[in-house]
């Protein structure tokens, strides 16, 4: 096939290529159309014109040397596993436990009064 090398000698970088136009992340789901489509795309962007059976079927080698590296992981027919640490989700941070509230201001009370110096005590 006169465009298959092209891919498969780069397929790390339409790897990437995918990521960008697809939501594509480690061993999240891959569909064949998915991949056909973004080949399509990657070698138009490249210049070259493909037609629908042609990135058909390039696609196919392409993901059968992808299953052979252990890169795609069959599903079905027509989807795939990725598994492709390289594009791990970023974790996002947890969030900090709760912590207790503190305690309200008691309402605004008076200070408590002060005997009047002419009351004493008994």
């Known amino acids: 096939m006169k465009y298959a090398t092209e891919i498969l000698d780069h397929r790390m970088e339409v790897l990437a290529f995918l990521k960008s136009r697809f939501p594509l992340y480690h061993q999240s789901n891959v569909f064949f159309r998915d991949i056909q489509y973004g080949i399509q795309l990657f070698l138009d962007r490249k210049g070259i014109k493909s037609r629908y059976p042609q990135s058909e079927r390039i696609a196919h080698e392409f993901v059968s040397t992808l299953e052979r590296e252990g890169v795609l992981r069959g599903v079905d027919r027509q989807s795939w596993a990725l598994n492709y640490p390289e594009f791990l989700t970023p974790r996002s941070k947890p969030v ?27």
């Open 96 to 122: 900090p436990a709760a912590r207790p509230a503190a305690p309200a201001p008691s309402a605004a009370r008076p200070p408590a009064a002060k005997p009047a110096p002419d009351q004493e005590t008994a």
